[in-house]
């Protein structure tokens, strides 16, 4: 299994309103050393969440003890800018399994979904609204139901609902990577191969 399998999700979520997030600040270029996906939660918005010497700032949301999850809902725009995967494998090694936006860049949606992150898109005011929950009540849940492929806000029943390619679904309810998937189908291979003119 590639990643852990994901149906439902009930999570307190971490905010991060910032809009034009990109992968840059998401995992900065000097830590693309590594060509597997471990390790790479520590430098996760590395320069937001540390200073020049390596101590951490106290005004960045991952650095507050107050939010925590595995829902990061942030800002418009998320995942711009280069393509680089390890932005997605930053997130992932970290902890999150979902992140939450109104727009998300083409290339870093699929790289998410390519490593066991669902990519919930959502409208701004919906978006809004959760950010406003949680500034109320850190301890406010959303729950993501990807079979149904819907979001609710706990605190108050809002919910919308979310699209996602049908095979890209699968694998996530599956923790299957492509390849995980064409291993599944081993037997229906074997089967064509041997049966074919």
């Known amino acids: ?15 991060l309103p910032t809009e034009n997030v990109d992968t840059d600040q998401i995992i900065p270029a000097r830590f693309l050393k590594a060509t597997e996906r471990k390790g790479f939660g520590e430098g996760l918005f590395r320069d937001w969440r540390y200073d020049s010497e390596g101590n951490p700032k106290a005004d960045f949301v991952l650095n507050d003890p107050t939010y925590s999850g595995k829902v990061l809902v942030a800002g418009k725009n998320f995942g711009s800018g280069s393509s680089r995967e390890h932005a997605a494998w930053a997130i992932y090694d970290y902890g999150f399994r979902c992140v939450v936006s109104s727009f998300f860049a083409d290339i870093f949606k699929n790289n998410a979904l390519n490593v066991g992150i669902l990519p919930v898109t959502i409208t701004p005011e919906f978006l809004d609204e959760i950010f406003a929950e949680v500034e109320k009540d850190p301890a406010t849940e959303v729950e993501v139901d990807i079979a149904k492929q819907t979001i609710t806000l706990l605190s108050t029943g809002s919910s919308e609902s979310f699209d996602i390619n049908s095979y890209k679904k699968q694998n996530m309810q599956n923790g299957f990577d492509d390849i995980d998937y064409l291993l599944n189908m081993k037997d229906q291979i074997v089967e064509f191969e041997t049966t074919r003119k």
Do not use: E, I
Not at 1 to 15: E, I
């Open 1 to 15: 299994m590639a990643y852990d399998k994901f149906n439902l999700l009930k999570s307190t979520v971490v905010p």
